[in-house]
């Protein structure tokens, strides 16, 4: 019998194995390190305030495998709330079993639930398997370009 796919909201429980997966992903993008405060931070501040957005979690057989964030905020070329997907990380074992696709669909489905306008994410530049992926799953490249500045 095959574990049972599960996918649910965060909780604080699953931080230290959510910290782990964003090791591995900020491992794989030139634009980011791994630094264990920081993600714990940002993960604690989405864990409690669900209004700015939510993290999703996939388990199979009740042990965490995959994760994705959805950022909530407002498009005023859309007139209403849209959401940037990021974070989304399968571990590698689960990788190429139609996982992700499940995890990204569920988000997906729970935009739509709540009326969003629109999903946006970033690739990594150099990471075509992703981009591959999301276009598989109904997503376009967009005319505008990520640039920014971090603050002192």
Known sequence: MKDPVTINFASADDLPQLVELLEELF????DF????DQQLRGLRLLLENP???RLFVLRIGGKVAGMANALIT?????GG??????DVMLRGEYRGFG????L???VLDWAAEQGMLRVTLLADRDNLKAQ??????GFELSNMIVMRKKNP
């Open 104 to 106: 990204v669909e569920h």
């Open 74 to 78: 407002i498009s005023t070329a859309e």
């Open 81 to 86: 709330r849209v959401i940037m997907l990021e």
């Open 33 to 36: 390190r791994p630094d264990r």
């Open 51 to 53: 209004h700015t957005g």
């Open 27 to 30: 491992t794989l993008e030139s």
């Open 132 to 137: 591959s992926f999301y276009r598989r799953l």
């Open 99 to 102: 996982h992700g696709r499940l």
